[in-house]
């Protein structure tokens, strides 16, 4: 009998080995035992003939052939086996066993033995040496998930993504056991779902004009999903474990519908264009009879294309002033006694809950939905923070975490340059891994009201399928292992260095993830002008996960000089540097900082800060669904100044600044009183340069040309004179709050020398 003083260090050996082991998310269990089992070319997989395993045994063989290069093949027996096993408790859960004769997956349902093949997918492709042979350790796996929803929220409304793309994602999700995909699929930008007995939905409401900087607009833009599409897709997820739940939004982000059908929709009977502009629009479904007998001939359109048990019907951000000046939904609350607006979405809400039930399905809704005390049939995903799912789950309804920013994957994952368009609010990989599905606040006996959480990737930003890529992965595995994990077995450590064979997968299933974890991030100790004056200047460097050996050089390699405290360089020097693994691989490309006393001289648009009126809330493009990530521009909308603090004014004589007219399209609804003017002297304002802050003394004053028939990208200079030493530059337009806006591109001084 082992003693009872040994089992803590048994178990702490077993939870040792499983952080090594290349699997995302970490299993509930693992226990090694010993032996080898050789997989190479040829391997066979063997399975019982329920189509069940059948799947699950074709999903090995195609994981593994493209993760790690190997051919497996289906026999009748093999060294692989899947087997229907009922003393497996729970769909999603499995056994994995490995000895020296084989590898047994069990489950007692379909998913469980798709998660049992992802596993062992996973233990395959444990490393870069592609196409190699692989010795597995003998161990037993016994695992099942923490959360029941494990998702990832796609936006196709905002910028149309090809139905092709999608099924990429899908193939990363199972990977990973994720098992939710929620498509966002309509919104004020866009329509994209077919539904036949509405074709203007589609023909109308999937394109919209793109928002012009102050020519002539562009081509229409869109696109949509046929029924047949979505069903081919939904029954692709299904095969691999994943259900697809649609989000149809209402009563708000309305406006393609209402370009479409404003008699049937509609409130006051105008007709907008498709929208163009990103936030809160007024438009909204009308409450009436008409309407939600519009609404729901959708829904049942809606529901023979997705089998899922979840119908997400939106909620989020509808203001209510459309329906406040309506006579006719005014009169319709007084008629059903209701005395707020709030109480008359909640109306809506519960009426289409109570007709989704009537169809075997159940209706979930962003968190404000609760603002109209709908009925607790309702499940609630909350989006502003925790608080929503808190007061939710206490009043009995089902609920899923998507919080903002934290699990917002359009937010930037770093402060470099080299971050595409996105949301300021940096997230990083650790934060969002640090991020737990059950928040304080939730009475201990209504926990179970928590389903799980999701990351969401909305897509104003995000134009292109690679953009949506970067920004998904690889914080999606981080999503993967916070949903399945047990909460007492996630490490940070453990999970960077499991992400490393996560990340060759990503390369091999051609998925652009994101490097920006395992960058080297450079850090300049000390003011421009210094260093310029000194000749010379001190350099940090550092990246956000701490993996790997950074060294630097002219140029970066395996072998080139390790950092381990912060380095003292001559301007005029450029450096190189990465962080390089123990098998001699960079875990990022190589980054470089140019210390060039024209790099000093130089800022771009994450060199500058706010003014101290706002913050820097935006990185976007110069044109609304470029293709490209560059160039992209940090703004703050509301207030269009900024600064370049401590610039080494005494080193130049001049100042070049390039600027950029970029489209005003943001909904602000309410927020609209938080623009700040500015008083223009000249017919569409000018850009005033200020030396020593916004209160300084003037340096420049450039009137701003006819956005109408001016080029989008400008380029002023002035000369210097008296300046010395460091001071802030501030850069501030003027332009009237009805044209275009501008930011700057680049500020360039122009050397004393």
């Not at 519908?257 to 479904?285: C, I, M, Q």
């Not at 200047?537 to 970066?556: H, P, V």
């Not at 701003?704 to 380029?715: E, S």
């Not at 000369?719 to 530059?729: C, E, T």
Request: net charge neutral.
């Amino acid at each position: 009998m082992r003693s009872l003083f040994a089992l803590p260090l048994i178990f702490a050996a077993a939870a040792a080995h499983a952080q090594t082991l290349p699997l995302i998310p970490l299993p509930a269990s693992v226990t090694p035992a010993n032996g080898k089992l050789l997989i190479g070319n040829g391997a066979m997989v063997a399975s019982t003939e329920d189509t069940g395993a059948v799947m699950a045994a074709q999903l090995l063989i195609d994981r593994v052939r493209i993760d790690r290069g190997l051919t497996l093949a289906r026999a009748a027996s093999g060294t692989i086996r899947f087997e229907r096993d009922a003393s497996v408790p729970g769909e999603e859960a499995y056994r994995l066993d490995i000895d020296a004769k084989g590898a047994t997956i069990r489950a007692s349902g379909d998913r469980g033995l798709i998660w049992g093949a992802m596993t062992l997918a996973q233990l395959l492709s444990p490393d870069a040496q592609f196409g190699k042979p692989v010795t597995l350790s003998a161990l037993s796996i016994t695992d099942a998930p923490r959360f029941r929803w494990r998702g990832l929220m796609m936006d196709v409304a905002r910028h149309f993504q090809p139905v092709e793309t999608l099924y990429t994602i899908v193939d990363a999700m199972a990977a990973q056991k994720l098992n939710i995909l929620h498509l966002h699929l309509t919104d004020d930008q866009g329509w994209r779902v077919e539904i036949k007995r509405y074709p203007r939905l589609t023909e109308i409401g999937g394109w919209r004009t793109p928002p012009s900087s102050g020519g002539t607009p562009g081509e229409k833009v869109g696109g949509f999903y046929t029924q047949e599409q979505l069903k081919a897709l939904v029954a692709y997820a299904a095969d691999r474990g994943i259900t697809i739940v649609p989000e149809i939004d209402m009563p708000g982000h309305a406006q393609a519908a209402v370009a479409a059908y404003p008699e049937e929709v509609g409130v006051l009977g105008d007709r907008p264009e498709t929208g163009h502009d990103w936030g809160v629009n007024p438009w909204l479904f009308s409450p009436s009879p008409r309407s939600m007998a519009f609404i729901k001939n959708v829904l049942d359109e809606l529901i023979v294309i997705f089998p899922s048990e979840f119908i997400h019907v939106g909620g989020d951000e509808a203001v209510k002033d459309q329906w406040q000046r309506s006579p006719e939904v005014q009169a319709q609350m007084k008629t059903l006694g209701l005395k707020t607006e709030n109480q008359m979405q909640g109306w809506m809400i519960g009426e289409l809950g109570k007709y989704l039930t009537a169809k075997n399905r159940r209706l979930i809704g962003w968190d404000e939905i609760l603002e109209g005390d709908v009925p607790t049939s309702a499940s609630v995903m909350s989006w502003r923070g925790d608080k929503g799912a808190v007061e939710a789950a206490n009043k009995g309804h089902d609920v899923v975490l998507a919080p903002a920013p934290v699990l917002y994957l359009d937010s930037l994952q770093s402060g470099r340059s080299d971050e595409p368009p996105g949301r300021l609010s940096i997230q990083t990989l650790e934060q969002v891994y640090a991020y737990d599905p059950v928040p304080p606040g939730i009475d201990a006996a209504r926990e179970s009201h928590v389903m799980g959480a999701q990351a969401t990737a909305f897509s104003e930003y995000l134009a292109t399928a690679r953009q949506k890529e970067h920004a998904i992965f690889p914080r999606l595995s981080a999503i993967a292992e916070l949903t399945w994990s047990p909460k007492d077995k996630r490490d940070f450590k453990g999970f960077v260095t499991r992400l490393d064979p996560q990340m060759l997968r990503y390369g091999h299933e051609g998925i652009a993830a994101a490097d920006s974890a395992f960058a080297v991030n450079f850090h300049m100790l000390g003011k421009r002008g210094a260093a310029m004056r000194s000749g010379k200047l001190t350099l940090a460097m550092d990246t956000q996960t701490g993996a790997g050996t950074i060294r630097y050089g002219a140029k970066a390699g395996a072998k080139a000089r390790a950092y381990t405290a912060p380095i003292t360089i001559r301007t005029g020097t450029t450096l190189e540097a990465a962080a390089y693994l123990k098998d001699g691989r960079a875990a990022a490309a190589p980054r470089s900082f140019d210390a060039s006393r024209t790099a000093l001289l130089t800022a771009g648009p994450t060199d500058l800060s706010t003014c101290p009126q706002g913050a820097l809330g935006l990185r976007v493009p110069l044109v609304s669904g470029q293709s490209g990530d560059a160039p992209a521009f940090n703004v703050n909308i509301f207030d269009t100044c900024t600064i370049w603090a401590d610039a080494p004014l005494g080193e130049a004589k001049a100042v070049t600044i390039d600027i950029a007219r970029l489209p005003r399209h943001y909904g602000l609804a309410h927020e609209e009183s938080a623009l700040r003017a500015h008083y223009a002297v000249t017919a569409h304002g000018e850009l005033v340069v200020r030396a020593g802050g916004c209160e300084g003394g003037v340096i420049g004053t450039f009137p701003l040309p006819d956005p109408k028939t001016a080029p989008n990208r400008l380029r002023f200079t002035a000369p210097f004179k008296d300046q010395s030493g460091d001071a802030n530059l501030c850069f501030q337009f003027t332009s009237p709050l009805s044209e275009p806006f501008y930011a700057v591109e680049k500020v360039r001084l122009e050397d004393r020398r």
